[in-house]
């Protein structure tokens, strides 16, 4: 029995049979030892499926993102502009709409997913890209707010693209990351890096940490936890 297989039978065992598929496709695209690009090829082959697995009935992470970045944006929302990293099909773009929020571009790896958020109209343009060490094709300064959700799992984000994601996001903007707690040690790359990453952010004072806070329930009982930083 395969890893993949001996974990969804672990879930299943213990949750009653309920969520199976949902949480066999999201182990699977973060799975242990998961290449990027392999990480990327299993989304393509999930696109199908990925809105009713990843629907907001399981994975709370847009909400819980866009509650964070509305509460840091009070007023004029309207005039915000957004960088919604890792955003797949637009589950963060739609709750940001619902609060208000007009002015957003998408940027995910899979272009299966962007296509089903290009066909929302949710966002201005789409970046098909990764976020990593390499440079985005975006300007220093561009956006007043950059959020992250989901993007923080196995063969996903490294924690060098943290100072892309920072670079982008305009003076007093606001960074807004939420992945599921557990990966800040079951991940290799967050365990040994996000820390000494935060940490070099700040003491060169290119952001700095305003909250850190756990959230239940992120996905299925899994915690969550929200980062907020704003940029210097």
Request: with cysteine; charged share 25%; hydrophobic share 35%.
């Amino acid at each position: 029995m395969s890893e993949l297989e001996k974990e969804v039978k672990r879930f299943a065992e213990t949750h009653n049979g309920e969520h199976v598929s949902s949480y066999r496709a999201v182990y699977n695209v973060g799975r242990h030892g998961i290449s990027t690009k392999e990480s990327t090829d299993a989304y393509h082959n999930w696109s199908a499926t990925y809105e009713q697995d990843a629907g907001p009935d399981k994975f709370r992470g847009p909400v819980i993102a866009a509650e964070s970045v509305a509460a840091f944006y009070r007023t004029h929302r309207d005039k915000v502009l957004i960088l919604d990293v890792a955003c797949g099909t637009g589950f963060v773009g739609q709750e940001l709409q619902k609060r208000g929020f007009k002015q957003m571009d998408g940027l995910d790896p899979c272009s299966s997913l962007l296509e089903k958020a290009r066909a929302k109209n949710i966002y201005r343009k789409e970046f098909c890209c990764y976020l990593n060490d390499k440079p985005l094709p975006i300007e220093d300064n561009t956006y007043n707010c950059a959020v992250l959700s989901g993007g923080m799992m196995e063969g996903h984000v490294p924690c060098s693209g943290l100072y892309q994601l920072a670079r982008v996001v305009k003076p007093g903007g606001l960074v807004c990351i939420v992945m599921r707690e557990e990966f800040l040690e079951h991940v290799q790359e967050y365990r040994d890096n996000l820390e000494p990453v935060i940490t070099d952010l700040e003491s060169r004072a290119i952001w700095r940490l305003i909250s850190r806070t756990v959230v239940p329930n992120y996905f299925l009982d899994k915690n969550g936890v929200v980062f907020n930083f704003v940029k210097c």
